[in-house]
């Protein structure tokens, strides 16, 4: 009947403005992402009393502490990341850097890791007074050459201009962690670019039936 009908494309063009809703608002989101935040300005010190201690009962659950480390490409940036979170939520736990990151390497104990953790003190041993690295930037940026994947900012790159990271059938959501990461991994700065991609990636055709539609 007509009037099933209307109802039946009435209802199916509300579907699509609620999904273009959320596609938007994914987009404003990646958008914010992207944009960098303005740090509000410092305010001027002021005396202040004496820091009195806390509470033990008022402090929450002790966050956990890194797994052993191997060396494993595919596990080093999960275990920088697990190192890098107990030092912000611990900092009080580390005077200056250099305890950081030696810390963090007492947990690199086998394999790969232990070996690499082995020239870092030989060096160290043989260089009275000197320390391996400057800081803990220094640290993280020589550790993620090591021990990332070799090769992830291509393979990104790749996956980026080809169509195999379009959306699909997948939710907004899924689509949008997977494009940042890749974006991440790929080393893209420039928004307009990644916006472009974005947009791109929401292609509601398949792979395939592009790769078909090109076909001559």
């Known amino acids: 009947m007509e009037s099933e009908r209307i109802v039946a494309l009435e209802q199916a063009l509300s579907e699509l403005q609620t999904r273009d809703a959320q596609t938007q608002q994914k987009l404003d989101l990646l958008i914010t992402h992207l944009t960098p935040k303005d740090r509000p300005p410092t305010p001027p010190k002021r005396d202040s009393p004496s820091p009195t201690r806390r509470n033990p009962a008022n402090r929450g659950p002790p966050p956990a502490l890194p797994s052993e480390f ?12 697990s190192c890098q979170t107990y030092i912000r ?3 009080d736990s580390f005077s200056d850097d250099q305890m950081k990151i030696v810390w963090a390497l007492s947990y690199m104990k086998t394999g790969r890791a232990a070996k690499w953790a082995a020239r870092v003190f030989r060096w160290e041993e043989e260089s009275p007074g000197s320390y391996r690295f400057v ?7 020589e550790f993620k050459a090591e021990f990332s994947p070799a090769h992830t900012d291509i393979a990104a790159i790749n996956r980026l201009e080809s169509v195999s990271y379009f959306q699909n059938k997948r939710p907004v959501d899924e689509y949008l962690d997977e494009f940042l990461d890749l974006i991440t991994e790929a080393g893209y700065t420039d928004p307009k670019t990644i916006v472009v991609k974005f947009r791109r990636g929401l292609e509601p055709r398949s792979p395939e039936s592009l790769r078909a539609a090109r076909r001559p």
């Open 70 to 81: 191997d060396g494993d490409r595919s596990k080093g940036m999960a275990f920088l990341r």
């Open 89 to 91: 939520l611990c900092p």
């Open 135 to 141: 800081d803990w930037e220094d640290f993280r940026q």
